[in-house]
Every structure is written in structure tokens, then in C-alpha cells.
């Protein structure tokens, strides 16, 4: 699948090679798949970099499953340095619809207006 190319200022370009093991749990431009591919979009590039080297080295291990640690384990330096700038280069918007479809508590918490929740 071709990256998505968005008419932003501040468009990083196409993902890094790298990426291409990310996006199906992440999404094509880091908007998240839904409860478990959480968005990681619009983060500062520093921030997921070194989330990223914690993980590959075995200091973070907060998620479930490990899957974080498996998919950094293969990640040089400079792939973490180019996934984390084109990262921080991507919008920082939600999920698409189709990943609302969960039903999440914290889906229907952003469909709804908080004046609008009983
Ligand atoms: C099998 C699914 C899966 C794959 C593949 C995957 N991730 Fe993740 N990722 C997750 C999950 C689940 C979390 C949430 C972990 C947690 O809550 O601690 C996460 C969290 C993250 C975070 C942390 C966000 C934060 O706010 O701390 C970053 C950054 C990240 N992933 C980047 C990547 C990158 C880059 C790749 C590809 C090299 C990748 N992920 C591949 C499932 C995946």
C-alpha cells in the first residue's frame, strides 16, 4: 500500500522503510487501528525515539503481550531516528471511523459532548 501523502506543511514525505512493519498496528500515518494499535501520531519525535530504544533494550515492557518489544528488537538507531521524525511529522488526528466500530468506553466518551453525557 502506498503511504498516504497529506497536503500539510509539514508533511514528513512517504514513511520510513521501517514503518512498514507498524502500520498494522498502528495505521498508515500513525492514527491508530483502535483499542489495540493505539495513535502515534504528532508525538514529539524525542519522546518516541527513546520509547522505542527503552523497549529495544528492555526497559519499557508495559505493553501487553510485548508486542512493543518484539517490533523494536529489530530497529537500528537511525531506523528509531527516522521513524520518530516522520512520526512527529504526522497529524496527531483520531482514528478513522473504522476503528471507532470497538465501542470503547473511550470512543463513545469523544462522540459525546460532555455537557450531553447523563
Ligand atoms: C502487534 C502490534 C504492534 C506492532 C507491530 C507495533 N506496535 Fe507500537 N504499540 C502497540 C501497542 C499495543 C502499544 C501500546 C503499548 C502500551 O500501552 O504500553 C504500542 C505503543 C507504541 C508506542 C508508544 C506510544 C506512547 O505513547 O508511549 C510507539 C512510539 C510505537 N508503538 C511505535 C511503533 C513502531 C515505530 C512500530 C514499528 C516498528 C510499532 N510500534 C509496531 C502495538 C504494536
Known amino acids: 500500500m502506498p503511504a498516504c501523502r497529506r497536503p500539510r506543511a509539514m508533511s514528513a ?67 528509531i531516528a527516522a521513524l520518530a521524525a516522520w512520526l512527529a511529522a504526522q497529524s496527531a488526528a483520531r482514528a478513522p471511523a473504522s476503528a471507532v466500530a470497538t465501542g470503547s468506553p473511550s470512543d463513545a466518551a469523544w462522540e459525546a459532548p460532555a455537557a450531553s453525557r447523563a
Do not use: F, T
Open 13 to 79: 514525505g512517504p514513511a520510513p522503510a521501517a514503518y512498514e512493519g507498524c502500520v498494522g498496528c498502528h495505521g498508515a500515518n500513525g492514527e491508530g487501528v483502535g483499542a489495540a494499535g493505539p495513535a502515534i501520531a504528532g508525538q514529539p519525535a524525542v519522546y518516541v525515539a527513546d520509547q522505542l530504544r527503552k523497549w529495544r533494550q528492555g526497559a519499557r515492557r508495559n505493553d501487553p503481550r510485548g508486542v512493543m518489544q518484539i517490533a523494536s528488537a529489530g530497529l537500528s538507531d537511525a531506523e
